[in-house]
């Protein structure tokens, strides 16, 4: 156990500020969020930081209240340290110390990237899985060796949920993407039962253990463009890309022995790409995970849930120490609680 109160986690580190808590044996507690949703145009890291600052003061006190808890009620406060947008982490940062401060409560700072991959791990009980972590900006395939996380396999160029943000965008449809890119694919399936005699020639970038999005996203507007439903395009772009994802993600879990894998990030909402990594798991005598959507998708609890093990490490954050880093990596946080 950490300690005898609350831990809070902060998550700012692109789109959303969320707050979140675990209570005094890490139990997650939905987090409270919101969201900046462009007019138009892709995400700015200075107005979303901008928003985060506004409404940072009436999340905290609905956090608060929803749990009927007092500020002193929060024992440790945990924050993304990064990576993420420099802007946006830099508000959560500031807040972080502030609260901190304020309690007199010890401060944590977090790897993102690692806390996804921890709320997926006590969300769904797996004990060493490979992980597929599809979000907005990152995509990788990750497996636990000699105590860090380390990237097996990752995109070159953009994430896999900015690739359908844009391409959504690009049709009218404002931030997130992929739930609108989902929608249409499904309810194009609909009308095309037999869809694999109907689909569209995508590239398909896997590199060894590594994938791009960037030539995809560029033949998918094309495709558009030139006149094809877009319902087919949307179906066509999931089954390619998530067919790249799951083929890194099956030659990891044959390299590492592993026979666990755990789905974390934004674009493990989806679920044709859960059907997708189910198969291919039971195919090869495994099994395969994904966590509740709210905790896919960026939130504080996941924030919170990692602080917590940190801290029963012993491992707390000095004021002076806790600088932001947008470029952490995934294989920097030492991973000794498991
Ligand atoms: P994150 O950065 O982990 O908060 O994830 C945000 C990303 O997840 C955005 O790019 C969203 O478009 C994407 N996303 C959310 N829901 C879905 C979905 N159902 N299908 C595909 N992508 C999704
Ligand atoms: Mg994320």
């Known amino acids: ?41 892709g995400i700015h890291p200075r107005e979303a930081a901008d928003h985060h600052k506004e409404f940072a003061p009436e999340l905290f006190r609905k956090l608060l209240s929803t749990n009927n808890l007092q500020p002193n009620d929060i024992t440790s406060v945990a924050f993304s340290q990064g990576p993420g947008l420099g802007p946006c982490l830099r508000i959560g ?8 401060k304020r309690l007199e409560a010890p401060l944590i700072g977090v790897n993102h990237c690692v806390a996804h991959i921890e709320i997926g791990r006590q969300q769904c009980g797996c004990a060493d899985p490979v992980l597929l972590y599809v979000s907005g900006g990152n995509t990788q395939v990750i497996a636990r ?12 160029d953009i994430g896999i949920g900015n690739m359908l ?19 249409l694919a499904s309810e194009w399936l609909l009308d095309n039962p037999d869809p694999s005699m109907d689909g569209l020639e995508l590239p398909y970038a896997v590199r060894g253990m590594d994938l791009a999005f960037s ?27 998530f067919s790249a994802c799951v083929e890194v993600a099956e030659r990891a879990l044959s390299h590492t022995g592993k026979k666990e894998l755990l789905l974390g990030g ?21 099994q395969s995970f994904a966590p509740p959507r709210m905790y896919c998708i960026d939130n ?8 917590w093990l940190e801290q029963a490490e012993g ?3 000095l004021f002076e120490k806790s600088a932001i880093d947008q470029y952490l990596r995934t294989d920097q946080t030492p991973i000794t609680w498991a």
């Open 315 to 317: 491992r707390i954050t």
């Open 300 to 307: 504080g609890t996941m924030i919170a849930r990692l602080g």
């Open 165 to 183: 943000d844009k391409f959504a965008r690009a049709q009218g449809f404002p931030f997130p993407g992929g739930p609108v890119v989902e929608r």
């Open 145 to 156: 060796l000699e105590g860090r996380y380390r990237v097996l396999g990752e995109t070159l």
């Open 266 to 286: 934004g674009v493990a909402c989806n679920s044709r790409l859960r059907d997708m990594c189910d198969i291919m798991a039971s195919e090869r005598d495994s």
């Open 93 to 100: 940062a500031s807040i972080a110390r502030g609260i901190s």
């Open 215 to 241: 030539g995809i996203l560029t033949a998918s507007l094309k495709l558009v463009e030139n006149g094809q439903p877009l319902g087919a395009v949307c179906w066509s772009l999931q089954e390619h890309v």
């Open 1 to 41: 156990m950490a300690g005898d109160g609350w831990t809070l986690g902060i998550e700012s580190t692109a789109h959303t500020l969320s707050f979140g808590l675990v209570d005094a044996n890490g139990i997650p507690h939905p987090s409270v969020s919101d969201t900046v949703r462009p007019d138009k145009g």
